[in-house]
């Protein structure tokens, strides 16, 4: 069972910025796929970013939020600037491997003045 971690959330203006980390305990380099996704109240949880060979953003973030791991460290992070209050939500790491996927637990990011 992969066990993936997030950290980084928090409170933050709007504009402010804001990393969040997923790190995983063993190596990530078996995954075919890590991303992070959102759900805030009320709403299904959502796509933010995907990272394979290639990188994936949902329109909503694109320009704002950058995706990126580190595999000595089997971290995968999400940097998020220009944060808006419709960015507010819990935020998911998600692992894919041989079909199954795996969750972290979610951190919380709000973004108010």
């Known amino acids: 069972q992969a066990q993936l971690v997030e950290s980084g959330g928090g409170l933050v203006r709007p504009g402010g910025s804001l990393r969040l980390s997923c790190a995983y305990s063993?190596?990530?380099?078996?995954?075919?796929?890590m991303g992070w996704y959102r759900q805030a109240p009320g709403k299904q949880r959502e796509l933010v970013a995907v990272?394979?060979?290639?990188?994936v953003y949902a329109d909503s973030v694109k320009g704002r939020f950058t995706i990126s791991r580190d595999n000595a460290k089997n971290t995968v992070y999400l940097q998020m600037t220009s944060l808006k209050p419709e960015d507010t939500a819990v935020y998911y790491c998600?692992?894919?491997?041989?079909?199954?996927?795996?969750w972290g637990q979610g951190t919380q990011v709000t973004v108010s003045s």
């Open positions: 063993g190596s990530i380099l078996g995954f075919a796929s």
């Open positions: 990272i394979t060979s290639i990188t």
């Open positions: 998600n692992a894919q491997r041989l079909g199954v996927g795996y």
